[in-house]
């Protein structure tokens, strides 16, 4: 097999912009908010973009390749992870995600712990990231009297910032960013407050599923560690997902795992993956998918790119 990137899938959104342009050149027109690059969901199926596999929607290419696509510890009933691109020009509504267990009972389907890195940022810009010392009880409120907005932790934010959003945590993202977002397969989002828009909200299951308890980290902060031609950062690693922060500045080295896949989403700069009977350009936006039995590969370049795994 080879590295396989999938067409990218675009969302158009109230609050969407036209930012991905600065590095994509295949945008749809209108004011596109979100683009799934590595996706097998109900609400978005991706299909290889390059090499022989062209083509192939990603859920028939898990059932034609099994574990040796996936890894033979990960299930092949659902993919378990999704990465995508978000640009916002508007601010996004404040919102939260709820656990597995609630999802399951009240949605079929995950949970949704993500992670947000910042790959652009105008100044300014900003992220909501948890609540500011309220108690549920003053939450709801603040959201009776549309007073939401004190209650919020916003931080200004810029480029290479990065923060773990678990389930339960009150977050938005606002205007003037570009983030790369690994996630959990699922596409439950619940409302709090949408600034006056006229869209549905779900105060009573966001009331439900909130944790006032959980705390924003930035987890850019975390050490690296300097190697021949590269560093690495481990940004996090929960029960869901791993993710580093590779920054090559000559050449990496790494190999498949037979237990799991990995991906790749480049944050910075332009680059090759090459090995056994395979080279991919890999550019600012791309995400690719290491198959588990990929075997030997390396990445060539002056790149940053995050890698991201799934816990098995």
Known sequence: MYPIRFENLY????WGGRDFEAFRDNMPEGEIGETWDIACHPNGTGIVANGKLKGVKFDDLIRKFGHDLVGKKVTLDKFPLLIKLINSKEKLSVQVHPGDEYAAKYEGDYGKTEAWYVMDAKPGAS??????????EEFEEAIK?????????KIEVK?????LINSGLVHAICEGVIIAEIQQNSDVTYRVYDYGRPREIHVEKALDVINFNLQCENLSEKEEVSHDG???SLLCKNEYFGIEKISISREYSDSSDDDKFDMYTCVEGEGIIEGNKFSEVIKMGDSFLIPANL?????KGNIKVLKSYPIV
Do not use: P
């Not at 992220?127 to 549920?136: A, F, M, Q, R, S």
């Not at 480029?159 to 923060?163: N, R």
């Open 11 to 14: 969302y158009e959104k109230i």
């Open 295 to 299: 075997g030997e590969y390396k990445i």
């Open 159 to 163: 480029k290479g910032d990065c923060f």
């Open 127 to 136: 992220l909501i990231v948890g609540t500011k010392n309220c108690t549920k």
């Open 145 to 153: 009297n549309n007073k939401v907005e004190d209650c919020l932790n």
């Open 230 to 232: 590269y560093s690495t």
